[in-house]
Protein backbone atom coordinates (compact mmCIF):
# COMPACT_ATOMS: atom_id res chain seq x y z
CA UNK A 1 0.00 0.00 0.00
CA UNK A 2 0.99 3.33 -0.78
CA UNK A 3 0.67 6.41 1.85
CA UNK A 4 -2.12 8.01 1.09
CA UNK A 5 0.41 11.54 0.91
CA UNK A 6 2.09 10.23 -2.06
CA UNK A 7 -1.29 9.32 -4.23
CA UNK A 8 -2.97 12.15 -3.22
CA UNK A 9 -1.61 14.31 -5.81
CA UNK A 10 -2.35 11.27 -8.78
CA UNK A 11 -6.00 10.72 -7.27
CA UNK A 12 -6.50 14.15 -7.47
CA UNK A 13 -4.96 15.18 -10.93
CA UNK A 14 -8.68 12.88 -12.32
CA UNK A 15 -10.71 13.21 -9.68
CA UNK A 16 -10.51 17.13 -10.10
CA UNK A 17 -11.76 17.04 -13.88
CA UNK A 18 -14.93 14.62 -12.93
CA UNK A 19 -13.96 10.98 -12.15
CA UNK A 20 -15.49 9.98 -9.29
CA UNK A 21 -13.09 7.77 -7.21
CA UNK A 22 -14.39 4.54 -6.40
CA UNK A 23 -12.93 3.11 -3.24
CA UNK A 24 -14.77 -0.29 -2.48
CA UNK A 25 -16.16 -3.53 -4.40
CA UNK A 26 -20.09 -2.07 -3.94
CA UNK A 27 -18.77 1.44 -5.57
CA UNK A 28 -17.26 -0.49 -8.69
CA UNK A 29 -20.86 -2.25 -9.06
CA UNK A 30 -22.99 0.55 -8.30
CA UNK A 31 -21.13 2.27 -11.04
CA UNK A 32 -20.75 -0.37 -13.83
CA UNK A 33 -24.18 -1.55 -13.34
CA UNK A 34 -26.32 1.54 -13.20
CA UNK A 35 -24.61 3.87 -15.27
CA UNK A 36 -26.84 4.18 -19.07
CA UNK A 37 -24.48 5.03 -21.71
CA UNK A 38 -20.78 5.38 -21.91
CA UNK A 39 -18.15 5.48 -18.34
CA UNK A 40 -15.25 5.68 -18.74
CA UNK A 41 -13.32 3.69 -15.77
CA UNK A 42 -9.52 4.19 -15.40
CA UNK A 43 -7.21 2.00 -13.15
CA UNK A 44 -4.57 4.78 -11.95
CA UNK A 45 -1.03 3.77 -11.32
CA UNK A 46 2.27 5.37 -9.43
CA UNK A 47 4.24 4.40 -12.79
CA UNK A 48 5.80 6.96 -14.92
CA UNK A 49 3.31 5.88 -18.09
CA UNK A 50 0.50 6.60 -16.25
CA UNK A 51 1.89 9.88 -15.27
CA UNK A 52 3.43 10.83 -18.83
CA UNK A 53 1.00 9.29 -21.11
CA UNK A 54 -2.11 7.81 -19.41
CA UNK A 55 -3.75 10.83 -17.13
CA UNK A 56 -2.50 13.40 -19.79
CA UNK A 57 -4.21 11.21 -22.49
CA UNK A 58 -7.28 10.37 -20.70
CA UNK A 59 -7.80 14.21 -20.02
CA UNK A 60 -7.47 15.36 -23.09
CA UNK A 61 -10.10 12.55 -24.63
CA UNK A 62 -12.58 14.54 -22.94
CA UNK A 63 -12.32 17.59 -25.18
CA UNK A 64 -14.26 15.79 -28.09
CA UNK A 65 -17.47 16.31 -28.91
CA UNK A 66 -18.86 12.80 -27.74
CA UNK A 67 -17.80 12.38 -24.27
CA UNK A 68 -18.88 9.40 -21.73
CA UNK A 69 -21.71 9.51 -19.40
CA UNK A 70 -19.56 9.13 -16.26
CA UNK A 71 -16.06 9.15 -15.38
CA UNK A 72 -14.23 7.03 -12.30
CA UNK A 73 -11.31 5.65 -11.42
CA UNK A 74 -9.95 2.91 -9.09
CA UNK A 75 -6.28 3.36 -7.90
CA UNK A 76 -4.09 0.06 -8.18
CA UNK A 77 -2.14 -0.40 -5.23
CA UNK A 78 -4.23 1.43 -2.87
CA UNK A 79 -7.88 0.83 -3.48
CA UNK A 80 -7.23 -3.15 -3.88
CA UNK A 81 -10.36 -4.34 -3.21
CA UNK A 82 -11.99 -1.43 -5.62
CA UNK A 83 -9.46 -2.51 -8.20
CA UNK A 84 -9.64 -6.43 -7.90
CA UNK A 85 -13.97 -5.65 -8.23
CA UNK A 86 -13.08 -3.63 -11.38
CA UNK A 87 -10.61 -6.31 -13.42
CA UNK A 88 -13.50 -9.11 -13.06
CA UNK A 89 -15.21 -6.81 -14.79
CA UNK A 90 -12.77 -6.72 -17.54
CA UNK A 91 -12.20 -9.92 -18.79
CA UNK A 92 -10.84 -11.35 -20.65
CA UNK A 93 -7.93 -8.97 -20.32
CA UNK A 94 -5.35 -9.69 -17.51
CA UNK A 95 -4.85 -7.48 -14.89
CA UNK A 96 -2.67 -4.23 -15.75
CA UNK A 97 -1.69 -0.90 -14.21
CA UNK A 98 -2.65 1.70 -15.42
CA UNK A 99 -5.54 0.80 -18.30
CA UNK A 100 -8.57 2.59 -19.44
CA UNK A 101 -12.08 0.82 -19.93
CA UNK A 102 -14.60 2.05 -21.92
CA UNK A 103 -18.41 0.59 -20.88
CA UNK A 104 -21.44 1.10 -22.58
CA UNK A 105 -24.94 0.22 -20.79
CA UNK A 106 -22.58 -2.00 -18.23
CA UNK A 107 -20.86 -4.02 -21.51
CA UNK A 108 -17.22 -3.58 -21.67
CA UNK A 109 -16.30 -2.40 -24.61
CA UNK A 110 -13.22 -0.82 -25.23
CA UNK A 111 -10.04 -1.61 -23.48
CA UNK A 112 -6.51 -0.03 -23.10
CA UNK A 113 -3.78 -2.50 -21.62
CA UNK A 114 -0.43 -1.03 -20.11
CA UNK A 115 1.48 -2.29 -22.87
CA UNK A 116 -1.28 -0.13 -25.35
CA UNK A 117 -0.66 3.02 -23.27
CA UNK A 118 3.38 2.84 -22.61
CA UNK A 119 4.47 3.49 -26.03
CA UNK A 120 1.75 6.19 -26.87
CA UNK A 121 2.16 9.67 -26.18
CA UNK A 122 -1.55 11.12 -24.28
CA UNK A 123 -1.96 12.70 -27.89
CA UNK A 124 -2.54 9.04 -29.42
CA UNK A 125 -4.45 7.41 -25.98
CA UNK A 126 -6.14 10.47 -26.43
CA UNK A 127 -7.44 9.67 -30.34
CA UNK A 128 -7.49 6.21 -29.58
CA UNK A 129 -10.22 7.24 -26.78
CA UNK A 130 -11.99 9.86 -29.05
CA UNK A 131 -13.11 7.46 -31.47
CA UNK A 132 -14.20 4.89 -29.53
CA UNK A 133 -16.24 7.28 -27.98
CA UNK A 134 -17.78 8.60 -31.11
CA UNK A 135 -17.94 5.38 -32.32
CA UNK A 136 -19.85 3.67 -29.24
CA UNK A 137 -21.60 6.88 -28.58
CA UNK A 138 -23.14 6.91 -31.76
CA UNK A 139 -24.56 3.08 -31.80
Known amino acids: ?????LVEPMKEDLTSVGFKSL???EDVDEVINNT????LLVVNSVCGCAAGNMRPGVKLSLNGDVQPNELATVFAGVDREATEQARKYFLPYPPSSPSIALFKDG?????LERHHIEGATAEMIAENLKEAYKHFGNE
Do not use: N, R, S
Request: glycine share 6%; net charge positive; aromatic share 12%.
Open 1 to 5: MYPPE
Open 23 to 25: ITP
Open 36 to 39: KGML
Open 107 to 111: KLVHF
